[in-house]
């Protein structure tokens, strides 16, 4: 029950086309961070992906999701994945992290720091502490970083500020949620585009440059892909 829970949660936040592209992205022995690893859904492909010789860092701030996370890694039996349970951003500090209530049920899958203005939701509202991801980096003395899957419910801009050392030195390749009605896609889009990264999809089986696409299969996802290798395919 509980891996096909989880397969059909993965899927169906991500979409069947993310899920599928990172076979073409994470190679066994990489290192993979999963920022906003939530229950720890997709840290498990990553696990797989990676193999006994590489490693997965889940960065999971809400301490409800982290509990879970642990209890599913462990049915998974993924131990190449390490669980930090902080939030990433522009600056180290402590932030307030919110919870919204859903049709009476507290949401800790929908935890979010950035909040949209006007929603009107009543919240469980509590501090969580906040490093960089430079800063965790360096913490964890990473030598390599080959991925970075980023769903932070809108602060993706704010893990990209506190990351740009990273970016810049170990260029992953990166699949990354923008809210709409949060972070800003062009700012995001101008940012990898100034590291020289590529905007991809995964179309007929292959990563391609979005440019490169006549027919953009939804090119407004809101899952983006950016690449430093565009003969990655």
């Excluded at 292959?206 to 939804?218: E, T």
């Amino acid at each position: 029950m509980v891996p096909c829970a989880l397969q059909s949660k993965c899927y169906s936040d991500w979409g069947e086309r993310e899920v599928a592209c990172l076979r073409r992205m994470v190679l066994p022995g990489g290192v993979a961070v999963d920022v906003g690893a939530n229950v720890g859904e997709f840290a498990i492909y990553l696990s797989r992906l990676v193999g006994s010789e590489g490693q997965v860092v889940a960065v999971e701030p809400n301490p409800v999701n982290v509990q879970s996370a642990r209890m599913v890694l462990d049915w998974f039996r993924c131990g190449n994945v390490r669980i930090e349970q902080v939030a990433l951003g522009s600056e180290v500090g402590v932030v307030p992290l919110s919870v919204p209530m859903v049709d009476g049920v507290w949401r800790d899958d929908l935890g979010r720091i950035v909040m949209p203005p006007g929603d009107g939701e009543a919240l469980h509202t509590f501090d969580v502490k906040v490093e960089t991801l430079d800063g965790l980096v360096e913490r964890l003395k990473l030598r390599t970083l080959e991925f970075v899957k980023c769903d932070v419910e809108g602060a993706e801009w704010a893990v990209l500020e506190g990351g740009q050392q990273v970016f810049s030195r170990f260029r992953p390749a990166v699949l990354i949620e923008v809210w709409r009605r949060g972070t800003d896609r062009e700012r995001v889009r101008s940012f990898f585009g100034s590291l020289e990264y590529t905007e991809c999809v995964f179309t007929r089986g292959r990563l391609m440059p979005l440019a490169q696409v006549v027919d953009r299969n939804n090119p407004d996802s809101l899952n983006l892909i950016f690449l430093p290798d565009v003969g990655v395919t």
